[in-house]
T-cell receptor, first 112, second 116 residues
Framework: NAGVTQTPKFQVLKTGQSMTLQCAQD?????MSWYRQDPGMGLRLIHYSVGAGITDQGEVPNGYNVSRSTTEDFPLRLLSAAPSQTSVYFCASSYPRRNEQFFGPGTRLTVL | KQEVTQIPAALSVPEGENLVLNCSFTDSAIYNLQWFRQDPGKGLTSLLLIQSSQREQTSGRLNASLDKSSGRSTLYIAASQPGDSATYLC???????????????FGPGTRLSVLP
């Protein structure tokens, strides 16, 4: 098993550009989540999904979109990048409910 | 709103010492608590998961306890080694009134340095 994979590892964007952060897991996990990690703020939940076709907002959803068309993939879209979105983004998955979370290696995003 | 704190923020110990990391949460209504390790520039690695009905979990030199009523968890590391140097985070999955969705809240972490 590859576990949870994320691409790209690093990305630099200009303000206003859009992009998609990819996340995939091969463990057949129902639950997938996106977090951002900022110094002094810890990890904060952006969006999550409880299964294919079902998504919901977390603590800091503004400026981000998600979709879940398959169990394996959970991409995160930045619609119009802003410097405030400079952060490290982590994807996580878990199964069954209320159980251990597994994290991907992260994507380090810089918005200029 | 659930809040998670961790004390100390940073800790430096000589190799071989036993140590305790602390995690506190404000609302005892949780499904579980999980301890993670994060190495610089890397993702999070799960260490131990304690369900709300459990009091402790052990894995090798690690032991985590949970006291829901007081809103506390401790991570005990026995015979510390330089390879244990990392940031340790705790996270609670907070209870949801409709039991739908996810609500994980992370602490800020404790940065541990084990000196040879």
């Amino acid at each position: 098993n590859a576990g949870v994979t994320q691409t790209p590892k690093f990305q630099v964007l200009k303000t206003g550009q859009s992009m998609t952060l990819q996340c995939a897991q091969d463990m057949n996990h129902e639950y997938m989540s996106w977090y951002r990690q900022d110094p002094g703020m810890g990890l904060r939940l952006i969006h999550y999904s409880v299964g294919a076709g079902i998504t919901d907002q977390g603590e800091v959803p503004n400026g981000y979109n998600v979709s879940r068309s398959t169990t394996e993939d959970f991409p995160l879209r930045l619609l119009s990048a802003a410097p405030s979105q400079t952060s490290v983004y982590f994807c996580a998955s878990s199964y069954p409910r209320r159980n251990e979370q597994f994290f991907g290696p992260g994507t380090r995003l810089t918005v200029l | 709103k659930q809040e998670v704190t961790q004390i100390p923020a940073a800790l430096s110990v000589p190799e071989g010492e036993n140590l305790v990391l602390n995690c506190s949460f404000t609302d005892s209504a949780i499904y579980n608590l999980q301890w993670f390790r994060q190495d610089p520039g890397k993702g999070l690695t799960s260490l131990l998961l304690i369900q709300s009905s459990q009091r402790e979990q052990t894995s090798g030199r690690l032991n985590a306890s949970l006291d829901k009523s007081s809103g506390r968890s401790t991570l005990y590391i026995a015979a510390s080694q330089p390879g244990d140097s990392a940031t340790y985070l705790c996270a609670v999955e907070a209870y949801l009134w409709d039991n739908y969705g996810q609500n994980f809240v992370f602490g800020p972490g404790t940065r541990l340095s084990v000196l040879p």
